[in-house]
């Protein structure tokens, strides 16, 4: 799979986790940055990232903050990009399977590593049925 990655400086540690993860898997990684803990603002990284799947370029997303709060709102702003902040497997594979979730957020301060990568995990194996009863509700969701 085709996948973008990015974060803030808040974000930066757990998003190399996971890019360490998601290439052993044999994943497509693309890092958009940060690439340190040096302090940078999250919405410029989240516009970015969020903007390569909206335009159909990288298949899924995903963006790490302190909170995870910031990046998915952010996200959400870009035409086309559903983020979902999870904190739990089961939140992550629904957001998928009932919602088509592009973009995931997580927060590096608020979910342990183990964790966070069991999330990326059920999200990523997780698929949309586009005949499913979910699809008329996701086509709501675009203005």
Not at 55 to 84: D, F, H, P, T
Request: aromatic fraction near 6%; proline fraction near 2%.
């Amino acid at each position: 799979m085709k996948i973008a990655i990015g974060s803030d400086h808040a974000g930066f540690h757990l998003k190399e986790t996971i890019e360490e993860y998601l290439r052993a898997q044999l994943h497509d990684v693309e890092d958009f940055g940060t690439h340190s803990v040096e302090s940078v603002d999250y919405p410029d990284i989240a516009h970015t990232v969020a903007g390569t799947v909206a335009s159909g370029e990288y298949e899924r997303a995903i963006l790490v903050c302190g909170a995870g709060v910031g990046m998915s709102i952010a996200a959400n702003k870009v035409k086309g990009a559903r983020a979902v902040l999870c904190s739990d497997e089961y939140t992550a594979r629904i957001s998928r399977e009932h919602n088509d979730t592009n973009v995931l957020a997580l927060g590096e301060r608020t979910v342990g590593v183990e964790l966070a990568l069991s999330i990326v995990n059920a999200w990523i194996s997780a698929e949309f049925d586009p005949a499913s009863r979910h699809a008329r509700r996701v086509n709501k969701l675009e203005p």
